[in-house]
C-alpha cells in the first residue's frame, strides 16, 4: 500500500467532519474563553497577594476575589462546551464515515473478498473506527489550543520575570526532541498493533465460522496455537507502544517536577533579594504547572493522534480500493436494448488468473438464445464454475468477447446485468431473519406476494408451511436449523423472485436427504421448463433436457451438440456419463 501523508489522511477525514462545522464553530469559539481565563487567573492571584493580602486590604480583596471566581466560572464552562462539542463532532463524523466505508464496501468487486479476509475487512470497518472514535477530531484542535494557551502563558510568565522564564526555555528543547522521538516509534508500534489485530481478528472468524470442522478433527490444540502465536504478535505490538505512551508522559512529568524545583530555588533567591515579589513567585509557580499542563496534553495528544492516524490509514487503504464499476446511469438506448433478455454471446472468450499464467478458460465460444438451455459437464477442475463467474463479473479480465443483446459485458453496470441475470450458488448463505425476508432480502419490487409466489414456484411452500410461523420462521446460525436441502430451495425462491430471465445454475446437491432432493429436482424441471439456463449439471434427466451441452475439458469445450448427437459421437462425453448419476 502506498503510504499517504498525515496531511492527506487528515484532509480525507475533514470530509466528514464539514457537515457538522456548526458545532466545530461552537467549540472553538469557547477557545479565546478558555485561554483568557488560563491567563486571567494567574494574573489575578498575583494582584490579590501583592495589592490586597499583604497590605492588608479586605474591601479590595472582595473585589478581585470575585473576579477570580467569576473566571473561573467562565473558565469551567468554555472548557465544558469546547470539550462537548468536539465529542458531538467526533461521534457524528466517525459514524457517517463508517457508514460510508461500508457502503464502499459493499461496492467492492467479488475477487476483493476472494482475496482479503473477512476478518481484516471487519476490523477496518469496526475496530479502526472505534480507534478513531473522537480522538482525531480533539486531538488534532488540541494541539490548536494548547498552542495557543502555551504562547499566552509564555508571554505572561515573560511579564512577570524574564529571568525565571529563561530557565523554562532551557527544558522545552529537551521536551521537544524526546516526543519527536517517541512520536516517530509510537507510530510505528500503532501501526503494527492495528495490522496484527486485523490477522488475529480474521483468524478468529475463520475459525468461528468454522468450528464445527474444527471439532470434528480434533484440530483444537493446533487452532489455539495459531491464534495464541497471533495473540502474542498483537500484544507485543500493542504492550511497546504503551511502553513509549508511558515514557511520553512520564518524562513530561518529570521534566515539570524538576523545573518546578530549579523555579522555586532560584526565584526564593530572587524574592530575598527583593528583585521580584513573593506574589510574583507565587503566581509564576502557579502559572508553571498550568503551562506544562498544555505542553503535557499536547505530548498526550500526539499519541492518540498517532494511534488515530494509524487507524486511519488502515481505513484509507480501503477506501482506495476500486469499486466494481462506477454507479454513472447508462444511456436510455442502452437501458431499452437491456429491458429483456434476448441472447449471450461468447466469442473466444479466454481467462486467466494472472496475466503470466496458464488458462483457466481457452478459446470459449457459445450462443444463448432466450429459452434455451444449455448444461456445462465437465470433471472438477474444467472451469464450469470459472464460465459462471466471468458472465457474473466476478472475473473480468478477459480476452475475446461476452456480449448479452449485443452489447459487451464490461459495458453493462452491474446493477443492471443482475437485473437480467441471477446465480443459483451451491454454496449457500442464509441471514439470521426470517424466511421471508431471506427469499427477498429487501430488494425493490419484492413485496410479500412475490416472496410467496417464488416459494411456490421452487416447491418450497410444502415444506415452509409445515414451520412454526411459516414465512415469518426465523433462520439461525446460518441455516442450521434447515435441512441442506431446505436452504438450496430458499437460494432457488431468492433468485427466481427478482423475475430474472437467465439462471446461472450450479445444480450440485450433496448431503440432501431424499425427500427435498425431489423437491429440488422438481424446482429444477420448473426452472427449466420457464427461463434461460446456463447450468452446471450433475443429473442426466437435467443433461437430457438442454438444448445443448458443452463438455469442458481443462478450460476448453472439447465437445459439443445435444445429448443424442454426444452419444452418438461415442467419446469423451459418454465416459464422463459413468461418472454421473440420477
Same mark, same amino acid.
Given at each position: 500500500?502506498?503510504?499517504?501523508?498525515?496531511?492527506?489522511?487528515?484532509?480525507?477525514?475533514?470530509?466528514?467532519?464539514?457537515?457538522?462545522?456548526?458545532?466545530?464553530?461552537?467549540?472553538? *469559539?469557547?477557545?479565546?474563553?478558555?485561554?483568557? *481565563? &488560563?491567563?486571567?487567573?494567574?494574573?489575578? /492571584?498575583?494582584?490579590?497577594?501583592?495589592?490586597?493580602?499583604? @497590605?492588608?486590604?479586605?474591601?479590595?480583596?472582595?473585589?478581585?476575589?470575585?473576579?477570580?471566581?467569576?473566571?473561573?466560572?467562565?473558565?469551567?464552562?468554555?472548557?465544558?462546551?469546547?470539550?462537548?462539542?468536539?465529542?458531538?463532532?467526533?461521534?457524528?463524523?466517525?459514524? !457517517? +464515515?463508517?457508514?460510508?466505508?461500508?457502503?464502499?464496501?459493499?461496492?467492492?468487486?467479488?475477487?476483493?473478498?476472494?482475496?482479503?479476509?473477512?476478518?481484516?475487512?471487519?476490523?477496518?470497518?469496526?475496530?479502526?473506527?472505534?480507534?478513531? %472514535?473522537?480522538?482525531?477530531?480533539? #486531538?488534532?484542535?488540541?494541539?490548536?489550543?494548547?498552542?495557543?494557551?502555551?504562547?499566552?502563558?509564555?508571554?505572561?510568565?515573560?511579564?512577570?520575570?524574564?529571568?525565571?522564564?529563561?530557565?523554562?526555555?532551557?527544558?522545552?528543547?529537551?521536551?521537544?526532541?524526546?516526543?519527536?522521538?517517541?512520536?516517530?516509534?509510537?507510530?510505528?508500534?500503532?501501526?503494527?498493533?492495528?495490522?496484527?489485530?486485523?490477522?488475529?481478528?480474521?483468524?478468529?472468524?475463520?475459525?468461528?465460522?468454522?468450528?464445527?470442522?474444527?471439532?470434528?478433527?480434533?484440530?483444537?490444540?493446533?487452532?489455539?496455537?495459531?491464534?495464541?502465536?497471533?495473540?502474542?504478535?498483537?500484544?507485543?505490538?500493542?504492550?511497546?507502544?504503551?511502553?513509549?505512551?508511558?515514557?511520553?508522559?512520564?518524562?513530561?512529568? %518529570?521534566?515539570?517536577?524538576?523545573?518546578?524545583?530549579?523555579?522555586?530555588?532560584? #526565584?526564593?533567591?530572587?524574592?530575598?533579594?527583593?528583585?521580584?515579589?513573593?506574589? /510574583?513567585?507565587? %503566581?509564576?509557580?502557579? &502559572?508553571?504547572?498550568?503551562?506544562?499542563?498544555?505542553?503535557?496534553?499536547?505530548?498526550?495528544?500526539?499519541?492518540?493522534?498517532?494511534?488515530?492516524?494509524?487507524?486511519?490509514?488502515?481505513?484509507?487503504?480501503?477506501?482506495?480500493?476500486?469499486?466494481?464499476?462506477?454507479?454513472? @446511469?447508462? *444511456?436510455?438506448?442502452?437501458?431499452?436494448?437491456?429491458?429483456?433478455?434476448?441472447?449471450?454471446?461468447?466469442?473466444?472468450?479466454?481467462?486467466?488468473?494472472?496475466?503470466? #499464467?496458464?488458462?483457466?478458460?481457452?478459446?470459449? $465460444?457459445?450462443?444463448?438464445?432466450? =429459452?434455451?438451455?444449455?448444461?456445462?459437464?465437465?470433471?472438477?477442475?474444467? %472451469?464450469?464454475?470459472?464460465?459462471?463467474?466471468?458472465?457474473?463479473?466476478?472475473?473480468?479480465?478477459?480476452?475475446?468477447?461476452?456480449?448479452?443483446? #449485443? /452489447?459487451?459485458?464490461?459495458?453493462?453496470?452491474?446493477?443492471?446485468?443482475?437485473? +437480467?441475470?441471477?446465480? +443459483?450458488?451451491?454454496?449457500?448463505?442464509?441471514?439470521?431473519?426470517?424466511?421471508?425476508?431471506?427469499?427477498?432480502?429487501?430488494?425493490?419490487?419484492?413485496?410479500?406476494?412475490?416472496?410467496?409466489?417464488?416459494?411456490?414456484?421452487?416447491?418450497?411452500?410444502?415444506?415452509?408451511?409445515?414451520? @412454526?410461523?411459516?414465512?415469518?420462521? !426465523?433462520?439461525?446460525?446460518?441455516? &442450521?436449523?434447515?435441512?441442506?436441502?431446505?436452504?438450496?430451495?430458499?437460494?432457488?425462491?431468492? $433468485?427466481?423472485?427478482?423475475? $430474472?430471465?437467465? /439462471?446461472?445454475?450450479?445444480?450440485?446437491?450433496?448431503?440432501?436427504?431424499?425427500?427435498?432432493?425431489?423437491?429440488?429436482?422438481?424446482?429444477?424441471?420448473?426452472?427449466?421448463?420457464?427461463?434461460?439456463?446456463?447450468?452446471?449439471?450433475?443429473?442426466?434427466?437435467?443433461?437430457?433436457?438442454?438444448?445443448?451441452?458443452?463438455?469442458?475439458?481443462? =478450460?476448453?469445450?472439447?465437445?459439443?451438440?445435444?445429448?443424442?448427437?454426444?452419444?452418438?459421437?461415442?467419446?469423451?462425453?459418454?465416459?464422463?456419463?459413468?461418472?454421473?448419476?440420477?
Amino acid at each position: 500500500m502506498k503510504k499517504s501523508t498525515d496531511f492527506k489522511l487528515l484532509l480525507q477525514f475533514s470530509e466528514y467532519v464539514k457537515p457538522h462545522k456548526r458545532w466545530l464553530f461552537a467549540g472553538i *469559539s469557547a477557545v479565546p474563553f478558555t485561554t483568557a *481565563s &488560563t491567563v486571567l487567573i494567574p494574573l489575578l /492571584i498575583v494582584k490579590i497577594i501583592d495589592d490586597y493580602i499583604i @497590605p492588608g486590604d479586605l474591601v479590595g480583596l472582595q473585589y478581585l476575589g470575585a473576579m477570580l471566581a467569576a473566571s473561573i466560572l467562565i473558565g469551567y464552562l468554555a472548557d465544558g462546551l469546547y470539550s462537548y462539542s468536539l465529542q458531538r463532532v467526533g461521534q457524528l463524523s466517525i459514524a !457517517q +464515515m463508517r457508514l460510508a466505508l461500508f457502503s464502499h464496501t459493499l461496492s467492492l468487486p467479488r475477487k476483493y473478498f476472494d482475496k482479503t479476509p473477512i476478518g481484516v475487512t471487519l476490523s477496518r470497518i469496526t475496530s479502526d473506527m472505534e480507534a478513531l %472514535g473522537d480522538s482525531l477530531t480533539i #486531538g488534532v484542535l488540541s494541539l490548536f489550543t494548547d498552542f495557543l494557551k502555551t504562547l499566552s502563558l509564555f508571554i505572561f510568565l515573560f511579564y512577570l520575570s524574564w529571568k525565571l522564564t529563561l530557565i523554562i526555555l532551557l527544558v522545552l528543547p529537551i521536551v521537544y526532541l524526546l516526543a519527536r522521538f517517541l512520536r516517530k516509534k509510537l507510530r510505528y508500534y500503532y501501526n503494527t498493533a492495528r495490522e496484527t489485530l486485523a490477522e488475529a481478528t480474521a483468524f478468529l472468524q475463520e475459525c468461528l465460522n468454522g468450528m464445527k470442522t474444527v471439532q470434528l478433527y480434533n484440530a483444537e490444540v493446533k487452532v489455539l496455537q495459531q491464534f495464541k502465536r497471533k495473540n502474542q504478535r498483537f500484544l507485543k505490538s500493542q504492550t511497546r507502544s504503551n511502553t513509549y505512551d508511558a515514557s511520553l508522559f512520564s518524562v513530561i512529568e %518529570g521534566l515539570t517536577s524538576l523545573t518546578m524545583a530549579v523555579i522555586i530555588w532560584y #526565584g526564593a533567591g530572587l524574592v530575598l533579594e527583593e528583585a521580584i515579589t513573593i506574589g /510574583i513567585l507565587i %503566581g509564576f509557580i502557579n &502559572t508553571l504547572s498550568k503551562i506544562f499542563i498544555p505542553i503535557r496534553e499536547f505530548t498526550q495528544q500526539i499519541a492518540v493522534i498517532q494511534r488515530a492516524l494509524a487507524a486511519l490509514e488502515h481505513i484509507h487503504h480501503l477506501f482506495s480500493q476500486q469499486p466494481d464499476e462506477s454507479d454513472e @446511469p447508462i *444511456s436510455e438506448r442502452l437501458k431499452k436494448q437491456l429491458d429483456s433478455f434476448e441472447s449471450l454471446e461468447c466469442d473466444r472468450v479466454t481467462f486467466r488468473y494472472k496475466a503470466d #499464467g496458464p488458462p483457466i478458460l481457452n478459446n470459449i $465460444s457459445f450462443r444463448l438464445n432466450r =429459452g434455451e438451455k444449455i448444461a456445462l459437464v465437465g470433471k472438477t477442475g474444467a %472451469g464450469k464454475t470459472t464460465i459462471l463467474k466471468v458472465l457474473t463479473k466476478t472475473y473480468q479480465d478477459y480476452t475475446g468477447s461476452i456480449r448479452l443483446n #449485443g /452489447i459487451e459485458l464490461s459495458a453493462i453496470p452491474r446493477k443492471e446485468l443482475f437485473r +437480467m441475470i441471477t446465480m +443459483m450458488q451451491q454454496d449457500v448463505f442464509l441471514f439470521n431473519e426470517s424466511l421471508a425476508s431471506n427469499i427477498s432480502l429487501q430488494r425493490e419490487g419484492i413485496d410479500d406476494a412475490k416472496v410467496i409466489q417464488a416459494a411456490a414456484y421452487v416447491y418450497a411452500d410444502q415444506f415452509i408451511d409445515q414451520l @412454526p410461523g411459516k414465512m415469518e420462521y !426465523q433462520v439461525i446460525e446460518h441455516g &442450521t436449523n434447515l435441512s441442506a436441502g431446505q436452504g438450496q430451495l430458499i437460494s432457488f425462491a431468492r $433468485s427466481v423472485a427478482s423475475d $430474472s430471465e437467465l /439462471i446461472l445454475l450450479d445444480e450440485a446437491t450433496s448431503s440432501v436427504d431424499s425427500i427435498t432432493e425431489n423437491l429440488i429436482q422438481s424446482a429444477i424441471e420448473n426452472i427449466f421448463a420457464t427461463k434461460t439456463v446456463i447450468a452446471i449439471a450433475h443429473r442426466l434427466s437435467t443433461i437430457q433436457k438442454s438444448d445443448q451441452i458443452l463438455v469442458m475439458k481443462d =478450460g476448453e469445450i472439447v465437445e459439443r451438440g445435444n445429448h443424442e448427437e454426444l452419444i452418438q459421437k461415442n467419446a469423451y462425453y459418454v465416459d464422463l456419463l459413468h461418472q454421473l448419476h440420477e
